[in-house]
């Protein structure tokens, strides 16, 4: 398994349903999100266990991402029409309904094996989620097996935490939250946090 932070996100090139609903053929990751802060989470297969829990939590958070200028995207080994079905199948009947975001499909297992988090056997896709900056540099990894479900606020967090450091300069220490104070990565820095925030460790 490869880590990825601290390089380039590979692109994402081929066909998705978008967060409208539309199918396009074309959709290109860098091309498409831009300069914007990404969050790119691979899953297993549509129609299936865990996955509608963790793509309807990504769904419901929705607005949290968007307020933070945010775009995400849901890659599986799933045809665009089978992730456009997903959508339109309700919730209490195992469906996602209308995710707002786009959700891309790869048939081809081009997009899993370039994140290389493809499982060993080859079937399908492990739960990996990456957060990727305005400069398409990956800066936080995730990589779940099939049975555990992430934590999509830990996903918020960790946007949170870059959006400070790149906004303040600063690092973020354990179980940093929006709203607490940084550390200068200094000696005198640590010296300084430690001396007023240990007990909140």
Known sequence: MGVLVGRKAPNLKGAAVLGNGEIVEDYNFKRDTGDKIKVVFFYPLDFTFVCPSELIAFDKRMAEFEKRGVEVVAVSIDSQFTHNAWRNTPINQGGIGPV??????????????????????????????????????????????LPLGRNVDEMLRMVDALIFHEEHGEVCP??????????????????????TESDKL
């Open 174 to 195: 354990a179980g940093w939250q929006d709203g607490d104070k940084g550390m200068n990565a200094s000696p005198d820095g640590v010296a300084e946090y430690l001396s």
């Open 100 to 145: 707002k975001y786009t959700m891309f499909a790869d048939v081809t297992h081009k997009a899993c094996k370039k994140y290389d988090v493809e499982t060993p056997d080859g079937a399908v896709a492990f739960r990996a989620s990456f957060l990727i900056d305005k400069d398409n540099v990956v800066r936080h990894q995730v990589v779940n097996d």
